[in-house]
């Protein structure tokens, strides 16, 4: 890895980012563990200090690390959301005493045709809410949602009053809904991610793609919802088998 560039052509200030990214959310680092001297990063990574700063930089502005004058760089205080997907997942529930300092941000809606994965459960015609959930004011979640038109024809105002789907959706008169279904996957954030999430070119997201449903098994949305991979974790809960 050269000075300029990684693997592809990929910067290499973004993959020291990457790396020193590792260290610290997998504890490597502790909090308030010092990071290695930019001289020991150059070494490490072959790279020139500038390299390294502008890595740390990153990091810095995602509040994993912070910078003492004349003594180095270090872990900052960070903890991970641990977000549980069941067969009621709720994001109020996962935060519990957390969740008043929430908050719910309605980017765009949009009566429209959906995708055609989409359609095929929901159909033609669907009311989408692109929103951004912050805690403590630092988003932690990007989501697309689906609904059926014909089931949440007003859910977008029923939001903009609420900043909660579940609440929404009770207004409109649906007061339970289900998980049928969860993929998770993991890539690097887009553009339009980062920017929304505030996070640092390089930074991994964990992607959701969710299927909810009414009680007796109508679907009712799909959901697309990236979450900043070191500040939130996806914890799978697993139904007993008889």
């Given at each position: 890895?050269?000075?300029?560039?990684?693997?592809?052509?990929?910067?290499?200030?973004?993959?020291?980012?990457?790396?020193?990214?590792?260290?610290?959310?997998?504890?490597?680092?502790?909090?308030?563990?010092?990071?290695?001297?930019?001289?020991?990063?150059?070494?490490?990574?072959?790279?020139?200090?500038?390299?390294?700063?502008?890595?740390?930089?990153?990091?810095?502005?995602?509040?994993?690390?912070?910078?003492?004058?004349?003594?180095?760089?270090?872990?900052?205080?960070?903890?991970?959301?641990?977000?549980?997907?069941?067969?009621?997942?709720?994001?109020?529930?996962?935060?519990?005493?957390?969740?008043?300092?929430?908050?719910?941000?309605?980017?765009?809606?949009?009566?429209?045709?959906?995708?055609?994965?989409?359609?095929?459960?929901?159909?033609?015609?669907?009311?989408?809410?692109?929103?951004?959930?912050?805690?403590?004011?630092?988003?932690?979640?990007?989501?697309t949602h689906w609904f059926g038109l014909?089931?949440?024809?007003?859910?977008?105002?029923?939001?903009?009053?609420?900043?909660?789907?579940?609440?929404?959706?009770?207004?409109?008169?649906?007061?339970?809904?289900?998980?049928?279904?969860?993929?998770?996957?993991?890539?690097?954030?887009?553009?339009?991610?980062?920017?929304?999430?505030?996070?640092?070119?390089?930074?991994?997201?964990?992607?959701?793609?969710?299927?909810?449903?009414?009680?007796?098994?109508?679907?009712?949305?799909?959901?697309?919802?990236?979450?900043?991979?070191?500040?939130?974790?996806?914890?799978?809960?697993?139904?007993?088998?008889?």
């Amino acid at each position: 890895m050269t000075a300029n560039e990684g693997p592809s052509g990929y910067a290499a200030w973004r993959l020291i980012a990457e790396e020193l990214r590792v260290d610290v959310t997998d504890g490597r680092i502790p909090v308030g563990g010092r990071l290695p001297s930019e001289a020991e990063l150059a070494e490490r990574f072959a790279v020139n200090r500038h390299t390294v700063r502008r890595a740390v930089a990153a990091l810095a502005a995602e509040g994993l690390v912070e910078a003492r004058r004349g003594s180095g760089t270090f872990v900052a205080p960070h903890t991970l959301v641990t977000h549980r997907i069941g067969t009621r997942t709720r994001m109020t529930d996962s935060l519990g005493p957390r969740s008043g300092d929430a908050s719910a941000r309605l980017l765009e809606t949009a009566i429209e045709v959906p995708p055609p994965d989409v359609a095929a459960v929901l159909g033609e015609q669907v009311v989408r809410l692109e929103v951004v959930r912050s805690l403590s004011g630092r988003p932690i979640s990007r989501g697309t949602h689906w609904f059926g038109l014909g089931r949440a024809p007003d859910l977008a105002a029923h939001f903009r009053r609420t900043g909660s789907i579940t609440r929404s959706l009770e207004a409109g008169g649906i007061d339970d809904y289900v998980r049928v279904s969860t993929t998770i996957s993991a890539r690097h954030a887009t553009a339009d991610e980062l920017s929304d999430l505030e996070l640092s070119p390089g930074a991994v997201v964990l992607v959701a793609r969710a299927l909810d449903a009414l009680p007796g098994g109508e679907p009712l949305s799909v959901g697309y919802t990236r979450f900043p991979a070191h500040l939130v974790e996806l914890d799978v809960e697993h139904v007993p088998t008889a």
